[in-house]
């Protein structure tokens, strides 16, 4: 009898082990199966940062590509598409990957912050600003964020929210030169002189070295004419900067205004030699000519203009003014009727008309004839 119920669970234990066989065998294929696909997507991710170790770009796209072939549901890999993307200057493409990471791990303030970068890039300044701003939410006192919102606000001349995005960053950090070079520019654009003075005054107490902040003070004392001011602020920028052109055009542009053209036309001579082909410092040249009334001279270097800055239609316009001083009216037609042509294609009615009415003039000076 015990040899028979032995048996009897011999068998059972036979057939029992028959039957979980193949369900055993099934889970072991596919761990090993997980295991490979585990083992294929970390060397891929490996691959594709060494590719973009070495700048190969291409190859690295593939990669991940084929990376997120295996896994749809890694952020890292399509943030990683993204990155690879915005290498390449491919921005559309990186948005697009960045936004698939992000509704993958919806909370990464980097990805926001990628993901306005790239828009930004792409010209959608306003989707930007928004990536930007939930970056913000997200990662509130990260600089990168907020000055990554000022930078797109800017572009889209949404002034108001730029200057208040810039004076958070100089709550942050107050060290920030950046943002104090961004509002004072601003300031000064909506013909706030006196905020702007106020500020770069005290941004220089911090950066008493940069020069870029005084040519900015130059500028802001420049709008409520004082002129005094402006140039003592220029002369120390020259200290601390010897070799910025843009010092000199800006002293040029005081010392002109104040038609003392002789000492203008060495300032810009000396921006024209630091910065070869300056169309700015041709232009002020050729404007000191022309108030000299040195018509040939004015002429040559209002030619010279046209040639650097072929779309810049005041190049244009003073040469047509020199060349009428010299009663060379067709030359001068000719030159007006560039100038008119470019006013009007960037939307500057009033200098359109303003041109409109030289051509007139001189049409009518050669029908007398």
Same mark, same amino acid.
């Given at each position: 009898?015990?040899?028979?119920?032995?048996?009897?669970?011999?068998?059972?234990?036979?057939?029992?082990?028959?039957?979980?066989?193949?369900?055993?065998?099934?889970?072991?294929?596919?761990?090993?199966?997980?295991?490979?696909?585990?083992?294929?997507?970390?060397?891929?991710?490996?691959? *594709?940062?060494?590719?973009?170790?070495?700048?190969?770009?291409?190859?690295?796209?593939?990669?991940?590509?084929?990376?997120?072939?295996?896994?749809?549901?890694?952020?890292?890999?399509?943030?990683?598409? *993204?990155?690879?993307?915005?290498?390449?200057?491919?921005?559309?493409?990186?948005?697009?990957?960045?936004?698939?990471?992000?509704?993958?791990?919806?909370?990464?303030?980097?990805?926001?912050?990628?993901? *306005?970068?790239?828009? *930004?890039?792409?010209?959608?300044?306003?989707?930007?600003?928004?990536?930007?701003?939930?970056?913000?939410?997200?990662?509130?006192?990260?600089?990168?964020?907020?000055?990554?919102?000022?930078?797109?606000?800017?572009?889209?001349?949404?002034?108001?929210?730029?200057?208040?995005?810039?004076?958070?960053?100089?709550?942050?950090?107050?060290?920030?030169?950046?943002?104090?070079?961004?509002?004072?520019?601003?300031?000064?654009?909506?013909?706030?002189?006196?905020?702007?003075?106020?500020?770069?005054?005290?941004?220089?107490?911090?950066?008493?070295?940069?020069?870029?902040?005084?040519?900015?003070?130059?500028?802001?004392?420049?709008?409520?004419?004082?002129?005094?001011?402006?140039?003592?602020?220029?002369?120390?920028?020259?200290?601390?900067?010897?070799?910025?052109?843009?010092?000199?055009?800006?002293?040029?542009?005081?010392?002109?205004?104040?038609?003392?053209?002789?000492?203008?036309?060495?300032?810009?001579?000396?921006?024209?030699?630091?910065?070869?082909?300056?169309?700015?410092?041709?232009?002020?040249?050729?404007?000191?000519?022309?108030?000299?009334?040195?018509?040939?001279?004015?002429?040559?270097?209002?030619?010279?203009?046209?040639?650097?800055?072929?779309?810049?239609?005041?190049?244009?316009?003073?040469?047509?003014?020199?060349?009428?001083?010299?009663?060379?009216?067709?030359?001068?037609?000719?030159?007006?009727?560039?100038?008119?042509?470019?006013?009007?294609?960037?939307?500057?009615?009033?200098?359109?008309?303003?041109?409109?009415?030289?051509?007139?003039?001189?049409?009518?000076?050669?029908?007398?004839?």
């Amino acid at each position: 009898m015990s040899y028979k119920i032995a048996n009897f669970t011999c068998s059972a234990f036979i057939a029992l082990a028959l039957l979980l066989l193949p369900t055993a065998t099934k889970a072991n294929s596919e761990q090993a199966i997980a295991q490979a696909n585990y083992l294929e997507l970390n060397n891929l991710l490996l691959k *594709g940062k060494q590719y973009v170790e070495k700048q190969n770009y291409d190859r690295a796209l593939k990669t991940y590509e084929k990376a997120a072939s295996l896994d749809r549901q890694n952020s890292q890999i399509f943030s990683g598409i *993204g990155y690879v993307q915005t290498l390449r200057t491919e921005y559309d493409a990186a948005a697009k990957a960045y936004q698939q990471a992000i509704a993958l791990s919806p909370d990464d303030p980097k990805l926001y912050y990628a993901l *306005g970068f790239c828009l *930004g890039n792409a010209g959608e300044n306003a989707k930007a600003a928004v990536a930007y701003e939930k970056a913000i939410e997200l990662e509130p006192d990260n600089i990168q964020n907020h000055l990554g919102l000022g930078v797109v606000l800017l572009r889209e001349k949404e002034y108001d929210r730029a200057v208040e995005t810039y004076n958070h960053i100089l709550a942050i950090a107050p060290d920030n030169e950046q943002a104090y070079s961004v509002v004072s520019r601003l300031l000064i654009e909506q013909d706030k002189s006196p905020q702007a003075i106020s500020l770069i005054q005290k941004a220089i107490q911090q950066y008493p070295q940069l020069a870029d902040l005084q040519i900015q003070l130059a500028t802001a004392l420049l709008s409520k004419n004082d002129f005094t001011s402006a140039l003592k602020v220029l002369k120390i920028a020259k200290q601390n900067d010897p070799y910025d052109h843009s010092i000199y055009l800006r002293t040029g542009d005081v010392l002109y205004q104040q038609q003392k053209f002789d000492a203008a036309l060495i300032e810009y001579q000396q921006a024209s030699r630091l910065k070869l082909n300056s169309a700015e410092a041709i232009e002020g040249i050729g404007k000191v000519y022309l108030a000299k009334q040195n018509y040939i001279r004015s002429t040559s270097e209002f030619r010279r203009l046209t040639t650097i800055a072929a779309n810049n239609p005041s190049g244009y316009r003073y040469l047509g003014i020199s060349l009428r001083a010299r009663k060379r009216y067709d030359e001068a037609i000719a030159a007006f009727n560039q100038a008119l042509k470019l006013y009007k294609s960037a939307g500057n009615t009033q200098e359109a008309d303003k041109v409109a009415v030289f051509i007139d003039e001189l049409n009518g000076k050669l029908n007398q004839n």
